[in-house]
């Protein structure tokens, strides 16, 4: 079912409110909202953003909306599950594994700005060398890294469907490589399997199943890096959850296992967690909580490591939510043109998260109403985010 039906029974259902009792607050058809609740048809924009309204949702429905459209063009969710399944028909492999770990580890390090679609492209094509690689003899050892390479560029694809919008196919993808994982006895690639969970629970508003991912993954990670990006997704729901304490309890606990950790060969990786990134997610939580000079310091803090010295920046997608972050500071401190400034700049990234982007912006654009509900400015801010849905 379309994350917006489900997200819909629920705000109404928390509300107390019947089907008859919405359509006549909307107003709007009794049998279309039926409908729109039982995925059998999709709210147009308007219709979507006044059953948020009603519902007091925050944000919440108009990007489940506008990321229901994304997923209804994804026509062919199983693809890359297909080729990973290939390589289990054979017990065999090359001895290029070192060439190709390199080459998947460069395209991990890509993830923060190369254009999607190719991205995907390129780690599907060596998924097919891996299968293709397979089907030669070797030994466990070989066998069990080129799972491993796998597991990787599984991981990859299935962020990237979903930074594009492609659920049923990330979803796929994640427990393709979950499964990579488990049989490898990878402890990494099985916690990164757990965080995409816990990511696309807190991207859909599911906090609750947000908590329950992390938490499972840092069960199975222990003490690797993928531990502190677990950490993270907990504190971000956490203060989604208005547990503001548990939220700084996390991010403490999260940055000790981090500086045990030390500093990693490649911070660029996407799978690998380093101070900077630490910094993106204090960041976010401190947004939440309000604390708008620590928020605003991280913020700033973001932009400045992500802008390589040629003036490029190298992570456009942590960048934006900076922005973000600069806006709803601004508007608290009542400048609203520096507001909107802030927030519509993020919106000029070419390398984007959709999910990601569309859940930090409406909790900005509820914010900017609340607070500043008649300003032009305030309607030029939505008329910028209703152009990226």
């Known amino acids: ?101 390199a080459t998947v580890t460069e395209l991990c390090c890509q993830y923060g700005w190369r254009d999607a679609g190719e991205l995907r492209a390129e780690g599907q094509d060596w998924l097919r060398e891996v299968a293709r690689l397979l089907q030669r003899p070797t030994g466990l050892r070989q066998h069990r890294e080129l799972l491993v390479c796998a597991g990787w560029l ?21 427990t393709a490589a979950r499964q990579l994982g488990d049989e490898a006895g990878h402890a990494g690639i099985t916690g990164w399997a757990w965080e995409m969970t816990a990511w696309f629970a807190l991207t859909q508003s599911r906090h609750e199943a947000t908590l ?16 502190v990006q677990l950490i993270a997704q907990e504190a971000k729901a956490l203060a989604r959850l208005g547990d503001l304490q548990g939220a700084r309890t996390a991010l403490d606990r999260g940055r000790r296992l981090l500086d045990d950790l030390g500093t990693p060969d490649r911070p660029d990786n996407h799978f690998e ?42 992570s456009p997608m942590r960048m934006a939510e ?18 909107v400034e802030q927030g519509v700049a993020a919106f000029s990234a070419t390398r984007r998260s959709l999910p990601s982007l569309l859940l930090v912006a409406g909790e900005v654009d509820i914010e900017l109403h609340r607070r500043y509900p008649h300003e032009q400015a305030t309607a030029d801010f939505r008329d910028a985010l209703n152009a990226i849905r």
Not at 49 to 73: F, S, Y
Not at 154 to 174: N, P, Q, W
């Open 322 to 339: 900076a922005r973000l972050t600069l806006a709803a500071t601004a508007l608290r401190a009542g400048e609203l043109d520096r507001a």
């Open 212 to 227: 329950t991912a992390a938490r499972a993954g840092q069960e199975v990670a222990g003490r690797q890096r993928v531990g």
């Open 154 to 174: 599984a991981l990859l694809i299935g962020c990237v469907e979903y930074d594009l919008g492609m659920r049923a196919s990330a979803e796929a993808t994640r």
């Open 1 to 101: 079912m379309p994350t917006f039906g489900v997200r819909m029974r629920t705000a109404r259902e928390a509300r107390g409110l019947s089907l008859a009792a919405l359509a006549e607050l909307l107003p709007a058809d009794k049998g279309h909202l039926s409908r729109l609740e039982n995925g059998r048809r999709r709210p147009g924009e308007d219709l979507a953003r006044r059953i948020d309204d009603v519902l007091a949702a925050r944000g919440e429905l108009i990007a489940c909306a506008a990321l229901d459209v994304a997923a209804a063009t994804d026509t062919r969710p199983s693809e890359t599950v297909e080729l990973l399944h290939r390589m289990y028909a054979s017990d065999t492999a090359p001895a290029t594994i070192e060439t190709l770990q």
């Open 273 to 314: 967690v380093d101070p900077s990134k630490w910094l993106f997610y204090a960041m976010d939580a401190y947004r939440l909580a309000e604390h708008d000079t620590l928020a605003e310091h991280y913020a700033n803090e973001v932009l400045r490591l992500g802008t390589g010295s040629d003036g490029i920046e190298r």
